[in-house]
């Protein structure tokens, strides 16, 4: 895996986020969508909160507190392929679905940007940290460091969708 090419990419989608946050109003942005689900706000929420759970959990890889586990060829295929499977609906695991909140747009903004100095500090080091440790994600298993930078990448390209649709359903409603 191409560490640098990924990291251009996380900055790219990133940049994403922060361009599409300062197109929306106010007060649709806390706002639920037509067609139901989540809020623009609590998109933001997740991902950014997720995103630096990961990075965590990348940290331990680097900091070698983690196990020598094996990673699940599905795993495996996903991670290579740089996305979900298309007709796969996932579930938030509880644990973090009972951290998603409704917040304003200035909270985005700087989740975003304490993801951004954190995800640097975290990449500095990732060159250093042993493949074979590993650290278990909720729904994917053990990842080792550079498996979870592929992870944020993919998770972050995958929620970008899903402002998309929010924006189609609002539009639609109109």
């Known amino acids: 895996m ?9 900055h790219r989608i990133v940049n994403s986020y922060k361009a599409k946050l300062a197109q929306y109003e106010d007060e649709v942005f806390t706002q639920t969508p037509p067609a139901d689900g989540w809020s623009y706000s609590e998109v933001y929420s997740h991902i950014f909160d997720a995103s630096l759970l990961s ?30 499977p298309p007709a796969a ?12 909140k409704k917040i304003a747009k200035t909270e985005a903004l700087d989740f975003i940007l304490e993801f951004e100095t954190a995800f640097e500090q975290s990449f500095a080091k990732i060159a250093d940290a042993n493949p074979k440790v590993k650290t278990k994600h909720p729904r994917l298993g053990y990842l080792n460091a550079k498996q979870w930078l592929r992870f944020i990448e993919i998770h972050l390209k995958h929620h970008l969708k899903q402002l998309q649709r929010i924006e189609k359903s609002f539009q639609q409603s109109i």
């Open 89 to 100: 609906k996932y579930k938030v695991p509880q644990r973090l679905a009972s951290r998603v």
């Open 2 to 10: 191409n560490t640098a090419k990924v990291r251009r990419s996380i």
């Open 55 to 84: 990075l965590i959990a990348l940290n331990d890889c680097i900091s070698g507190k983690g196990e020598n586990q094996p990673t699940h060829f599905a795993v495996k295929m996903i991670l290579f392929m740089g996305a979900f």
